[in-house]
């Protein structure tokens, strides 16, 4: 399975309970820090059209925006 990318922020409460729910499952992932880097901030804005994080990216491409841990799961088919 290729790699999940997260876009997110250390400060943002739903970035921190999705990695957290992702290093449970096991699922492996690459975090790419929107508040430090503006070429990922643009990066996740324009994947989501939205400013929200986190910014999922899924293999394959599809793209969650501030999912719950249920949605997570239900795309990851876990």
């Known amino acids: 399975m290729d790699d999940i990318v997260l876009y997110g922020a250390d400060w943002c409460g739903d970035c921190r309970r ?5 290093r449970e499952n ?19 804005v324009e994947l989501s059209g939205r400013k929200n994080i986190p910014v999922i990216v899924l293999p394959g491409g599809t793209v969650l925006v501030e999912p719950t841990n249920a949605e997570l799961k239900a795309a990851l088919g876990l």
């Open 18 to 22: 999705a990695k957290t729910w992702l």
């Open 26 to 44: 096991k699922v492996a992932f690459t975090e790419v820090d929107v508040e430090h880097d503006e070429a990922a901030r643009a990066r996740a």
